[in-house]
């Protein structure tokens, strides 16, 4: 004992002391505690305190689609100002290619188009020009779509009233969203899995042979009806004001109409909302929501103040859910659900109990294991075990670590591994007592000698938990991070504390010989 | 004090490396059936891996085989399991697309809705995914493989590192081949686990390793063979224990810790057996192939 540096026993006692007390927090577990203290607990993952987790994806190629379609309006747009026929429209996978009748004015056209989309690649050969979405352009529409998407699935899921929810983009095209606490997430794939994007739209009733041969003249659609697909409008291609232009909407119900959404536009909006109703009394306004009208009816005088309501067949639920979309704003592009997992509040908490009582008999079983093969060295052991074991709680609640399932079977799995490096050094210690009988030099000789196995033992564990956390996802990670941090603390115990406790120990009992 | 530390002498003098033909003809056969049952029968993929549909629901007055004759009426590829007990069933079906796969979690949950107390959890992964994770963990076993080897290649003999390869592609195999046998669910878990049995593996490896090199050191006359007895012997208490302390805990979150966390646990059982066996019965005999000293060139 007169060897052992005070430096050394004052370390391992005040980490000791800081591994339990920071490991207070989680032990208690005071989800709504706003105390500085008692907030640094675990995070529990969804699987454990209930809760979903669904990965998006945006769709992407509907946008590269509907680009090369802008570029198709455009060109005929450009030719018919230039005054150049077009002969043919090729639209591919990639790019559109257009054949035009004379070769003249194609450089000009080109120039123009240049204009208007900087960045596509552009080549002329003969009578064609074609027209390429590239990969830097495609990377544009990209960015923009996902980042938008972020913002809507944000402000949605916000409406809906949900928890802390963690919305965040991964990848190139997905969106994650982890959901704590919501046991059916179907209103919520609902509320995601519309685009929501609604446009008006002036109908043309005197073009009729268009809707009867199904082929929309240029500058017009034909769109189907919401609630019968054989119904179908002929519209103005261009929307008359979109839903970018709401600044407010909300489910209201009307005596005669039933539930309906009401909503108000914004002084553009009302302006351009005014402007066309005013010039088309007499006409059918539709509706347009996600490529289905809602309804279409006659405008019967001009609406100036900016503000109408939408009726359709809803019920209550639908027509709050519309006004909630409407609100939000639309969805660049369709979101398709890749992946969901929910679990339920049951299920978590007999995980959790189910993980507590095989953590706690583990546990029991390596100390009395210990104790019988080494004695009182295995009681020392045992001390490390379980510091060890609030070392790692108290690391995960201050780095403020999710704990999964998967975590709490790292952390089983931890118990049982971390004696090895006690087992190591008593093997040595057992060792080196056959061959002197300094009882003092006996043990540093065993823990120096353990030291250099104890490491490279170690670090290929750690290698292998690291790489686990880089390619691994969600629960999985839970498992390398506890796994991790219960190998990194039980090299600091072994080498450390079990080094005091033998110590501590050997000069208390005043042990002038040593069998193991 | 209990004395059962004598129980393995303080010196054992086993002679392993006498049996290794032995044991060399197990393993090489057990290697080739884990190949041929991986190619032929092949592993039980859960929907991490395959895609699919899984819904755990708590069940009242009700059967397996009711809920079966329910859902079998509407889906062709549907199959139920009881989870631990009776009352918990699980429900996986086969998808192709995303989209469909949404509207069947809802269907499914309202034809046996009223049998039903709770829906404990319910799991979807698309085609898309399930290729990725299957692509994700198969890269995460290969470089951690990779890794572990730079490391023993840097901190011993390129000879070590070659042994500690020979082990560690067993021990993946062999426990493969296993959970082929047992149709154990093959998920991301397992993954998880197939990665801590090559540390653990490895990590055991090492331990002798590092009394070879050693004891290579410490006895320049000893014959090869002898010597790595000796070392095996002298690790040998310290590598039955920490297999020994890791299983109790391993049985434990199998006995106790809930059906989920089972497949798991029965794996690194399952690995670590596999990988203390390798560490001396495989590790240690392929350094045989190599001559360690200038000395030995002249036999």
Redesign the interface.
Same mark, same amino acid.
């Given at each position: 004992m007169k060897n052992y540096p005070f430096w050394k026993s004052f370390t391992v006692v005040s980490l000791v002391l800081l591994g339990i007390i920071f490991a207070i927090p989680s032990i208690i577990y005071d989800e709504d505690s706003e105390n500085w203290f008692l907030k640094n607990k675990i995070n529990l993952g969804l699987d454990l305190q209930g809760g979903s987790y669904l990965l998006l994806e945006v769709q992407l190629d509907v946008l590269y689609k509907e680009e090369l379609d802008n570029f198709v309006d455009s060109v005929r747009l450009i030719s018919r100002d230039q005054a150049v026929k077009i002969e043919k429209i090729d639209i591919q996978e990639n790019e559109v290619v257009v054949f035009f009748g004379n070769i003249e004015k194609i450089k000009d056209i080109k120039d123009s188009f240049f204009q208007m989309y900087r960045g596509v690649t552009l080549q002329i050969n003969n009578n064609k020009l074609s027209i390429k979405l590239n990969d830097e352009y495609r990377k544009i529409i990209q960015d923009s779509a996902i980042k938008q998407s972020l913002e809507i699935v944000r402000k949605r899921i916000d409406e809906s009233g949900t928890k802390e929810p963690l919305i965040q983009r991964s990848g190139k095209k997905r969106i994650l969203l982890q959901l704590p606490g919501v046991k059916n997430p179907e209103r919520i794939k609902d509320l995601l899995g519309k685009t929501a994007k609604l446009t008006f739209h002036i109908v043309d009733n005197e073009n009729t042979s268009a809707l009867q041969n199904n082929l929309a003249p240029f500058g017009k659609i034909i769109v189907p009806d919401m609630y019968d697909e054989n119904t179908k409008y002929l519209l103005d291609k261009r929307a008359v004001v979109g839903g970018e232009n709401l600044v407010d909407a909300k489910g209201s119900f009307d005596q005669t109409e039933g539930h309906a959404v009401s909503f108000r536009f914004d002084t553009e909006g009302a302006q351009k909302f005014g402007k066309v109703t005013t010039n088309n009394i007499g006409k059918n306004l539709a509706v347009v929501l996600d490529g289905v009208v809602i309804t279409a009816p006659r405008i019967s005088s001009a609406i100036t103040g900016g503000s109408g309501i939408i009726t359709g067949d809803f019920n209550a639920q639908e027509a709050s859910d519309l006004a909630v979309l409407l609100r939000a704003g639309a969805l660049p592009a369709p979101l398709e659900i890749v992946e969901e997992r929910s679990v339920g509040a049951g299920l978590g908490a007999d995980s959790i109990a189910a993980g507590q009582i095989a953590a706690i008999i583990g546990m029991v079983l390596v100390c009395i294991f210990m104790i019988l093969i080494y004695g009182t060295f295995g009681a020392l052991a045992n001390v490390s075990l379980i510091v060890n074991l609030f070392i790692i709680i108290s690391l995960l609640g201050t780095i403020g670590a999710t704990l999964t399932l998967p975590g709490i079977a790292g952390i089983v799995l931890t118990i049982g591994m971390a004696v090895d490096a006690n087992v190591l050094i008593f093997e040595r210690i057992k060792e080196e007592s056959l061959k002197q009988t300094k009882v003092f030099q006996i043990v540093k000789n065993g823990f120096d000698r353990a030291m250099s196995t104890i490491l490279d033992a170690n670090i290929t564990t750690l290698i292998a938990a690291v790489l686990l956390f880089a390619f691994g996802s969600g629960p999985i990670r839970g498992f390398s991070i506890t796994l991790s941090l219960g190998v990194i603390a039980s090299m600091f115990t072994a080498l450390m504390l079990t080094n005091f406790l033998v110590y501590m120990y050997l000069s208390f009992a005043n042990k002038k010989e040593l069998k193991l | 004090?209990?004395g059962?530390?004598k129980i393995i002498p303080?010196?054992p003098n086993i002679n392993f490396l006498g049996l290794r033909r032995n044991f060399l003809i197990f393993s090489i056969l057990a290697i080739f059936i884990s190949i041929g049952l991986l190619s032929i029968k092949g592993l039980n993929l859960g929907i991490d891996f395959k895609g699919g549909t899984l819904i755990?629901v708590?069940t009242k007055n009700t059967s397996i085989g009711e809920l079966r004759e329910i859902l079998s009426s509407s889906y062709n590829d549907v199959s139920l399991q009881e989870f631990g007990n009776e009352n918990i069933i699980l429900i996986r079906l086969q998808n192709k697309s995303?989209?469909e796969s949404?509207e069947t979690?809802?269907s499914v949950k309202n034809l046996i809705q009223d049998k039903v107390v709770? *829906?404990?959890?319910?799991?979807?992964?698309?085609p898309?995914?399930s290729s990725e994770?299957l692509f994700?963990?198969f890269?995460?076993v290969s *470089?951690?493989l990779i890794?572990?080897l730079i $490391?023993?290649w840097l901190?011993f003999e390129w000879q070590f590192g070659f042994g500690a390869v020979v082990a560690l592609t067993h021990d993946v195999l062999f426990t493969l081949g296993l959970l082929s046998i047992l149709n154990v669910e093959f998920s991301?878990?397992t993954?998880?686990a197939i990665?801590?049995i090559?540390? $653990?593996s490895?990590?055991?490896t090492?331990?002798i390793f590092?009394?070879v090199r050693e004891n290579l050191r410490k006895y320049k006359k000893l014959e090869l063979v002898d010597l790595f007895n000796l070392s095996v012997n002298?690790?040998l208490?310290?590598t039955i224990?920490?297999s020994?302390?890791?299983?109790?805990?391993?049985v434990?979150?199998f006995? *106790?810790?809930?059906e989920?966390?089972r497949p *798991?646990?029965l794996t690194?059982i399952i690995g670590v057996i596999i990988g203390t066996y390798s560490s001396v019965f495989i590790a240690v005999p392929t350094l045989l192939i190599f001559k360690f000293r200038p000395q030995d060139e002249d036999d």
């Open positions: - | 004090m209990f059962l530390n303080v010196e755990e708590s995303n989209q949404i979690v809802n709770e *829906f404990r959890r319910s799991e979807f992964v698309g898309t995914i994770l994700r963990g890269q995460a *470089f951690a890794a572990i $490391y023993i901190r991301l878990a993954i998880a990665l801590t090559a540390g $653990y490895i990590n055991d090492v331990v590092d009394r002298n690790t208490s310290r224990m920490t020994l302390t890791t299983l109790l805990a391993l434990s979150l006995i *106790f810790g809930g989920v966390i *798991f646990a690194m």
